[in-house]
């Protein structure tokens, strides 16, 4: 199966600056690459996501960049607030087979952004 | 829009208890899925059903879990007996269209259920 990997770990950035947290994936069948932001005692809330038929997708100060022949996605976050801290999830998902929908998750990126 | 309604939000049993957890989805979304959140880690996949049939179960721990979504709506995912391990948050999203895809047709979760077992 579909095997994502998340980087870094944990990310602590200044107010202002920039975050940027990378992801690989194994299968090269996937095409759908959602991005999600989970605060403490809540569910993943979709920030933005990207089909494999497109390069680069921008909403405000959050941008998604995807490399097919590398297998690797990014999350930019430019001008970083407080309000930005939360834990980050990559995820990947095929549109075929028999794990059609099911999204394979990598394993967070506690990002903290000091006022 | 109301969003995927969870309960409860927290569950501490004994080992070898059994417990159940609710969820209703969005209206309208035909496809239900529960996951499993272990501390520190992402979201995996449980089961999966399209209307009231189960499409992808493989990952289920079939000796003791089981899940059922009656007349298509709402899901009780239920756990029989606990073990120390099933400590976890238990996720419920739903999507409007299978496979998911961007922006509205993506999934929504739920809060959550957060099981301890002691």
């Known amino acids: 199966g579909e095997n994502v990997e998340q980087h870094p770990s944990t990310l602590s950035v200044q107010e202002g600056d920039s975050a940027v947290i990378k992801c690989t994936y194994s299968?090269?069948?996937?095409?759908?690459f959602p991005w999600y932001k989970q605060e403490l005692g809540k569910g993943p809330q979709l920030i933005i996501d990207i089909r494999s038929n497109v390069g680069e997708k921008k909403d405000q100060r959050i941008a998604v960049t995807l490399n097919k022949t590398a297998k690797h996605f990014s999350l930019h976050i430019t001008e970083t607030q407080p309000e930005d801290s939360a834990v980050y999830f990559c995820?990947?998902?095929?549109?075929?087979?028999?794990?059609?929908?099911?999204?394979?998750f990598g394993r967070g990126t506690q990002l903290t952004v000091w006022p | 829009e109301a969003g995927v309604a969870q309960s409860p939000r927290y569950k501490i049993i004994e080992k070898r208890q059994s417990v159940a957890f609710w969820c209703n989805p969005i209206s309208g979304h035909a496809t239900l899925y529960w996951y499993q959140q272990i501390l520190g880690q992402g979201p995996k996949l449980l089961i999966q059903f399209q209307n009231n049939g189960v499409v992808d179960d493989s990952q289920l721990p079939k000796d003791r879990f089981s899940a059922e979504r009656l007349k298509g709506v709402d899901s009780t995912l239920k756990i029989q007996p606990a073990k120390l391990e099933d400590s976890a948050v238990y996720l419920c999203a739903s999507s409007l269209v299978n496979p998911p895809t961007e922006g509205n047709y993506g999934y929504t979760f739920g809060s959550g259920t957060r099981l301890t077992v002691v």
């Open positions: 995820a990947a998902s095929l549109d075929r087979g028999s794990t059609l929908g099911r999204l394979y």
């Open positions: 299968d090269s069948a996937s095409n759908y």
